[in-house]
């Protein structure tokens, strides 16, 4: 029985030290050996960046090193010539501006005009009439004659000031105007006959001896011609400058219209027809050429976005 008990005892002991030692030999393998840190999705180490300043020997060199910051200011979506003194947009700038010109012209003709009767009474002698020598009498009355002519001649000055009608010099604006303006088609347009064709200038250019950027916005209106839709400019930029588009294919004046053949046959037979036709008592022929005029005005143009033209100044 002894023998028996001992041999449980020492199968126990060994089931009991087979654990411990697998317990030992996981702890080991498991917390004991080096591993290789892993890296994880959500856990991606960023290098830390760091500011380095760099060093110089002098002075001189640090100030040439700065950067210089350039303000760049926004351009204008108003047209400057309504902008008044304080930065304000107002339309009818220019007729406020002649107002207050008017006004200023009324209040120095006034002012003059005090002036003139505060001299006439200096010229005026209160002397009794019987007291006044011939020779003082043709003094004073030389003195009213003179004041006289002279407040006729500002009376007339200032009619002539409200009167006049000072014309452009439009040479002024020719010499101070760059000949040829390069323009591009600002997208693809269908037009008619006088309708508005919007443009960009493709290279800055000067007009009225002002520099306008590239990319600037200008428009001009259409007619037609036998082949060719012709295109004039008369204002640009708020500038009475009138300039004539020619093509830079084939540096004809207008742009070619490949499709207008059918349209000038058309025009011409039905003008034979009219002329034929053209007989006292036929009361046909005012309605036959009204339906021509309808379908003339009905013509459309599509022009194709970046149409490459110069426009050159009228002569």
Known sequence: MNMIKDKKKLIFMGLVLCVLLFIGAYGILTFGGTQEPSVGKASVEVPKLKETTPEFE????????????????????????????????????SDSMKKRMIDSVYQLGASRYQKLQRSQNAYEVPIVR??????????????????EVKMKAMALEHQLFFTSNPEENVEQHIRNTDEELWVRVDGTQ????????????????????I???????????????????ILKIENLNGRAVQFEAYDL???????????????????????????????????????????FRR???????????????ILKLKQ
């Open 295 to 309: 379908s003339n005005r009905q013509v459309k143009v599509t022009v194709m976005d970046n149409y490459q033209l």
């Open 58 to 93: 002098s002075r001189l060199e640090a100030v040439d090193a700065l950067e210089k910051e350039e303000q760049t200011e926004p351009p204008s979506v108003y047209q400057e010539k309504y902008l008044d003194s304080a930065g304000y947009y107002d339309k009818q700038l």
């Open 190 to 209: 269908t037009v008619k006959q006088d309708y508005r064709l919007r443009m960009r200038l493709s290279k800055s250019a000067k007009v009225d001896g």
């Open 249 to 291: 294919d084939d540096g004809s004046k207008g742009i070619y219209i490949e499709n207008s053949f059918q349209e000038d046959v058309r025009k011409q037979v039905v003008g034979d027809v009219v002329d034929d036709i053209n007989l006292a008592g036929v009361p046909q022929v005012s309605g036959i050429k009204q339906l």
């Open 130 to 147: 019987d007291t006044l020598s011939k020779r003082q009498v043709k003094l004073t009355k030389k003195a009213v004659k003179v004041m």
């Open 211 to 229: 520099t306008l950027e590239k990319n600037t916005l200008l428009y001009g209106f259409v007619s037609f011609q036998p082949n060719r839709t």
